[in-house]
């Protein structure tokens, strides 16, 4: 089984640009979050779709949105780039049997490393 | 609200010793879910272990193994006769049971751990 594909794998843009990154979950998995990791910050939840519904956001700027389509795939946007938004952006794809039930395993994808010039 | 303390920043030791990660967390719940996740150089988080609130047995994996603690918080991990290969960062997370909270994990800052030859 294929694993969670995230493209581009790497991203260079300059500020006040905006960028798309997008994220394929494992067959049958349909919740996908995304998260992103920074030196100084660490691992952020950013937010959680399920069934093509935002569930849950993280606390981040409206810059940093999402959406998901109908066959679970991904897409995160962040609009305006900072400096501040170089980072790894990691997606996660997860088997849900209950939509809000946690506890299940997130596989994650390789990430995106985004550098803002 | 949660958070995951990973109070070693780094740890350094030579091949074949033992080794334990520490991870303290915090949350209001009394079901919730705790994880370890492994990030080698190549960026990708790998799940290693799932715990629940309720489940406080230990358990063991090979090399690995886990020590949940629910009196002291703590969800410390021991890689025995360590190697090479298990240099990486190593990053524990915690997770609410259900509801806003389902699906995000709340990570701490992680372990880069270094086995020397």
């Known amino acids: 089984k294929a694993g969670v594909t995230q493209t581009p794998r790497y991203l260079i843009k300059t500020r006040g640009q905006q960028v798309t990154l997008s994220c394929s979950p494992i067959?049958?998995?349909?919740?996908v979050s995304w998260y992103q990791q920074t030196p100084g910050q660490g691992l952020q939840f950013l937010f959680e779709?399920?069934?093509?519904?935002?569930?849950n956001k993280g606390n981040f700027p409206g810059r940093f949105s999402g959406r998901q389509f109908s066959n679970s795939r991904s897409e995160m946007n962040v609009s305006t780039l900072e400096l501040g938004d170089s980072a790894l952006y990691l997606c996660?794809?997860?088997?849900?049997?209950?939509?809000?039930?946690?506890?299940?395993?997130?596989?994650f994808g390789p990430g995106t490393r985004l550098t803002v010039l | 609200a949660q958070k995951v303390t990973q109070a070693q920043t780094e740890i350094s030791v030579v091949e074949k010793e033992d080794v334990t990660l520490d991870c303290v967390y915090e949350?209001?719940?009394?079901?919730?879910?705790l994880f370890w996740y492994k990030q080698p150089p190549s960026g990708e988080l790998v799940f290693l272990i799932r715990?629940?609130?309720?489940?406080?047995q230990n358990e063991i994996s090979g090399r690995y193994s886990w020590n949940f603690q629910k009196s002291t918080s703590s969800f410390n991990f021991t890689i025995t006769a360590s190697q090479v290969v298990d240099s990486a960062v190593y990053f524990c997370?915690?997770?609410?049971?259900?509801?806003?909270?389902?699906?995000?994990?709340?990570f701490g800052q992680g372990t880069r751990l270094t086995i020397n030859p």
């Open positions: 996660a794809s997860s088997l849900l049997s209950e939509p809000r039930l946690a506890g299940n395993e997130q596989f």
């Open positions: 067959s049958g998995h349909r919740s």
């Open positions: 779709y399920f069934s093509e519904t935002q569930r």
């Open positions: 949350t209001r719940d009394t079901t919730y879910y």
């Open positions: 715990r629940n609130s309720f489940d406080e």
């Open positions: 997370a915690l997770s609410e049971e259900y509801g806003e909270g389902a699906q995000k994990l709340v």
